[in-house]
């Protein structure tokens, strides 16, 4: 905006975007605050809001009655792992992309996009059937192949768009300085697009993190990452506000705070660069 | 512009991200199309021959498809009414000069990054349980009987719960547009004596239009394949069982693959409808 | 050494045809100037000889070794950028020392080449820096200096001076120019200019839609220009051309006459006109003749303190041994 609002204009905006705004994030909130009352205090009636004996007693609950730390780690690894795998598949086809465009370049991005559309649950059975043939059922290493193809077309989108920023000629001139291939990748163009590839990572760790199809139908008991582990609170006998809302805030928090600084990339990666 | 030496190297450098998404994309579709064909059981004989098209007739004509293709159009309609009305608003609301931008910002964006068994059963048991969730004290302390939500109102529901998800989403791809609109317009449209809704109508709508469509595909491809929420709040009962959800209880719950792979052909050909129109749009900005 | 010959070099982009066969020997220590106007194709032939373009068909050798196949890496040539296509994210030092790395030159030597280069370029205090943090012209210069510390066969200069503002190109052309006088190693250089190609080059190729119009020292194109696009391509300002009755008289098609070569005066001359608009550049005035009937404006170049004002009837006369005849292909003739 070019003007500066009035005063009082401004004062009237900061009202209704504060209102709005707590009450989209309220639910997270509740979740957290629940998260510190007593099982008794989290079903109180009429609820209470802030003054309450705070206590941190449903964490440890929650991490010794069901193992949060290995679903923990099974997100970690399974998120983590399919992001860098993922990166390391795509950082090579966005380099030719980006900077040896053919006359087919365009095609083979739209048609990687394309493959992110298909519905999951159309190819649920053949999936399901193959890993139990590769022995991959409710493994870390079965689920992180999995989510790096769910992801895939994203990240070599995204870096694609970050590579095209790059100037063509810094590269050329590393050829020129005699650097291979390899050389030029690792030593110039990487380093480059370090915020890129960092946004990239971040995006894609988020998504790997959420995904909620494929880790709530191949994994079990020893693979399940902390969606699954989130759902098996579904079940009647898990039904402790307090507690639930403690796994949850643990399952969300690491996600929350990567995903407020890779809110900016977002718009780029979802969108496909149709929105800019 | 390149050398035959770069364009080899190109092609080599390419051919792990393409051959994995081929595999990815084409061995399961293959599966699927094949087991579509038969009658396959496994814990009941297994594959139990050829049916032709029986199983794409049977899919349709199961008393369950009809209304699953209606609850899915619900989910799918209503929450894309409600985030992209809302997100227009929001994000013009966010547009303007206010005190804490920057945390009002993140406060929206919130619930984009909650998954969705998270943001599910919070909503379930914390919001809509007809005895401690917090709509039924708000309702009490109106005088009202609480809701039992999930049964009384299945579908408004989930569409409540989804949309909260997918607001973030459009609101911020709708800003992103909106301040990409040269104030300079606006100025001139205000000179010109238009007043505000006419603005809104003749110039900031119409500018918006492109990024409205993207996020009306986006959303109807990631919305079409909702499954967690379903999964955790109402397994498909009280008519919330979507086409999605339906091909899921056919081909694992009941097992018969044979039936769920027919739809799920169905389900990959109404994706791929909606796909053509984003990938045109997509391609159309793609500077070749 | 550096002796580069292109043999019958052609270069197509699918069916379109950028450099049609071309025949060129750079000699060793030359600095040669590819000059034309843009789109002309002298950026692509500087490629092709880098190896950053494959040829389609033809020969490049290197000190009488075939390179057409060999990667740039490998052609023991370094280039400099209109861009200068420093590396942001290292030092100047860094960015230096790049090739020298990629090379596997020992760290002590390297460090020599790289003191040698700063001192030389003027670079010393700024070795630490980054990119971003330095001028136009102290970019320019770590990419020479880059180029120098590889010690190559030769330069390759792709409109070094460009995204410079008028006062830093010239500097820098005399810098440039001194370090070919230093060095004494093969350059090319790519420019659009044809100041900067009269100024620096030992010999021009005037190129023009892939072909070249004319190779020779500046002196030689300035004299004897082979056709009327040479002729109004090298001289500033330009070469009058005029066709016509005036042009019979001479037996030829189109004569050319430089400003510089045509006196004025008040009282008597060969043609007559009126004076439009005069550019007064102190040493020297330009002006712009009308209405001569030979062509739309007539350029005279006079002394600086000779004054007409415009709308003012002038008389022309050109040195009748500086005039150049064309023939109806637009060739010399002699």
């Not at chain 1, 519905?119 to 043939?133: K, N, S």
């Not at chain 3, 102290?138 to 200069?157: D, M, N």
Request: with cysteine; aromatic share 10%.
């Amino acid at each position: 905006m070019a003007r500066a609002a009035s005063p009082r204009r401004k004062a009237i905006t900061t009202l209704a975007a504060w209102s709005v705004g707590l009450l989209i994030f309220f639910p997270i909130l509740w979740t957290m605050l629940t998260s510190f009352k007593t099982e008794a205090t989290a079903i109180a009636d009429p609820p209470v809001f802030l003054f309450f004996d705070w206590t941190l007693e449903n964490y440890s609950v929650v991490q010794e009655r069901s193992d949060y730390m290995r679903f923990l780690w099974n997100s970690i690894i399974i998120a983590g792992g399919s992001t860098i795998l993922g990166i390391i598949v795509a950082v090579p086809a966005a380099w030719a992309m980006a900077f040896v465009p053919g006359r087919r370049t365009k095609d083979i991005l739209l048609w990687m996009l394309s493959t992110k559309m298909l519905p999951a649950v159309g190819v649920l059975y053949p999936m399901y059937l193959i890993f139990i043939q590769m022995g991959l059922l409710d493994t870390r290493i079965g689920l992180t192949i999995v989510l790096m193809l769910v992801n895939l077309p994203i990240i070599v989108w995204m870096l694609y768009t970050y590579f095209k920023e790059i100037p063509g000629e810094i590269l050329e001139a590393a050829r020129m300085d005699g650097a291979t291939l390899k050389e030029e990748i690792l030593y110039v163009l990487t380093p480059m697009a370090i915020p890129g590839i960092a946004s990239t990572l971040l995006l894609n760790v988020i998504l790997a993190w959420n995904e909620a199809f494929w880790t709530l139908n191949l994994t079990a008991a020893k693979a399940a990452p902390l969606t699954a582990f989130i759902a098996s609170y579904s079940s009647p006998e898990g039904l402790f506000y307090a507690k639930l809302s403690a796994a949850s805030t643990m399952a969300i928090a690491p996600i929350l705070i990567l995903g407020w600084f890779s809110q900016k990339q977002l718009v780029r990666g979802l969108t496909f660069g149709a929105v800019k | 512009m390149a050398t035959q030496h770069s364009r080899s190297a190109a092609r080599i450098m390419m051919a792990p991200a393409v051959i994995l998404l081929l595999g990815w994309m084409l061995v399961p579709l293959a599966m699927t199309l094949l087991f579509s064909f038969k009658q396959y059981l496994p814990l009941r004989g297994g594959d139990l021959g050829w049916v032709g098209f029986e199983n794409y007739v049977r899919f349709v004509s199961s008393s369950a498809f009809w209304p699953s293709v209606q609850a899915t159009l619900v989910i799918v309609g209503g929450v894309l009414a409600i985030t992209i009305c809302f997100g227009v608003l929001l994000a013009m609301l966010l547009d303007q000069p206010f005190w804490g931008q920057g945390i009002v910002r993140i406060l929206v964006i919130a619930p984009f990054f909650v998954m969705p068994t998270v943001s599910a059963l919070v909503w379930k048991n914390m919001f809509m349980d007809p005895v401690n969730g917090l709509f039924a004290h708000l309702w009490k302390f109106f005088g009202a009987d609480p809701v039992v939500w999930l049964s009384e109102a299945p579908l408004f529901s989930i569409v409540l719960i989804v949309s909260w998800q997918w607001l973030p989403f459009a609101t911020l791809i709708l800003l992103t547009a909106i301040q990409s609109l040269d104030s300079e317009q606006l100025e001139a449209s205000e000179m010109d004596g238009a007043p505000p809704l006419k603005r809104f109508w003749f110039i900031i709508l119409p500018h918006l239009s492109r990024a409205i469509t993207v996020v009306l595909l986006i959303q109807t491809i990631f919305l079409l394949s909702i499954f967690a929420e379903i999964f955790v709040t109402t397994q498909g009962s009280f008519g919330t069982r979507t086409l999605t959800y339906l091909i899921f209880q056919r081909v694992l719950e009941s097992q018969n693959v044979g039936l769920g792979s027919a739809g799920g052909v169905y389900a990959i050909i109404l994706a791929n409808i909606v796909a053509i129109f984003l990938m045109r749009i997509v391609g159309k900005n793609l500077d070749a | 050494m550096g002796r580069i010959t292109l043999d019958k070099v052609v270069k197509r982009f699918g069916d379109v045809e950028v450099i049609p066969p071309l025949d060129l020997t750079i000699e060793d220590g030359e600095f040669t100037v590819f000059v034309g106007p843009s789109g002309c194709g002298k950026s692509t032939l500087l490629r092709l000889i880098a190896g950053l373009e494959d040829v389609t068909d033809g020969q490049i050798r290197i000190d009488g070794n075939d390179a057409t196949d060999i990667p740039p890496a490998k052609r023991g040539l370094a280039m400099v950028f209109q861009s200068y296509a420093l590396y942001p994210h290292m030092s100047v030092r860094k960015n230096i020392a790049f090739p020298m790395r990629m090379a596997g030159i020992p760290e002590d030597e390297q460090k020599r080449r790289i003191d040698a280069a700063a001192k030389a370029l003027n670079l010393t205090d700024y070795l630490e820096r980054r990119p971003g943090q330095l001028s136009g012209g102290q970019r320019q210069r770590v990419a020479i200096g880059r180029a120098i510390v590889r010690e190559p066969a030769a330069f390759l200069f792709d409109e070094p001076l460009s995204n410079l503002d008028a006062a830093l190109r010239v500097g820098m052309r005399m810098e440039i120019s001194e370090l070919h006088a230093k060095l004494k190693t093969t350059m090319i250089y790519v420019t659009h200019d044809q100041v900067e190609a009269m100024t620096m080059a030992d010999k021009i190729v005037v190129l023009r839609a892939g072909y070249v119009e004319q190779v020779g020292s500046p002196l030689e194109l300035y004299r004897a220009p082979r056709n009327v696009f040479v002729a109004g391509f090298i001289g500033s300002p330009k070469m009058n051309l005029i066709d016509g009755a005036e042009a019979a008289k001479h037996d030829c098609k189109t004569i050319g006459v430089r400003p510089e070569h045509i006196a004025i005066s008040d009282s008597d001359g060969q043609w007559t006109g009126r004076v439009g608009v005069s550019e007064h550049l102190g040493s020297d005035t330009f002006f712009h003749i009308h209405d001569t009937g030979l062509a739309e404006t007539i350029t005279v170049r006079a002394d600086g303190e000779v004054g007409f004002r415009h709308g003012d009837t002038v008389y022309l006369t050109p040195r009748e041994d500086s005039i150049h005849r064309f023939d109806e292909q637009g060739l010399r003739i002699a």
